[in-house]
């Protein structure tokens, strides 16, 4: 049964940059579509980012375009999300998804997906 374990937050200033993996075990990520999610405190989850299972199709959220990009290495079994220029908004718990059977647009505005990781923390504070 696949499991997503997620790492790489900490904390930053604002504008600095973090990286944050999603390494898959117990299955091959290959035919899931990935999706990075977080939720601060006091809001609802969003989604930030999604990719096929191909990488060959992405979707981000507007408040991260340009800033955040999302990659994926299937030989390693590992979704990435690389966050630059990073702003105190960008603060929050940052949990990554799979689904084997969605699209890139649906996962990230539903934010729906039967497997989660348990979420890694990002804090930007100055």
């Known amino acids: 049964q696949l499991q997503l374990a997620e790492s790489g937050g900490g904390l930053v200033h604002p504008g600095g940059s973090l990286r944050l993996s999603c390494v898959a075990s117990?299955?091959?990520?290959?035919?899931?579509?990935v999706g990075w999610f977080r939720q601060a405190p006091g809001k609802e989850r969003e989604g930030v980012s999604c990719?096929?299972?191909?990488?060959?199709?992405?979707n981000y959220v507007d408040s991260v375009k340009g800033r955040f990009t999302i990659s994926r290495d299937n030989d390693k079994n590992t979704v990435y999300l690389q966050m630059d220029s990073l702003t105190v908004e960008d603060t929050g718990v940052y949990y990554c998804?799979?689904?084997?059977?969605?699209?890139?647009?649906?996962?990230?505005?539903?934010?729906?997906?039967?497997?989660w990781g348990q979420g890694t923390q990002v804090t930007v504070s100055s």
């Open positions: 990719i096929s299972s191909t990488g060959g199709r992405t």
């Open positions: 998804a799979a689904d084997p059977l969605t699209t890139v647009q649906y996962m990230c505005d539903k934010g729906e997906a039967p497997i």
């Open positions: 117990g299955s091959s990520l290959d035919y899931y579509f």
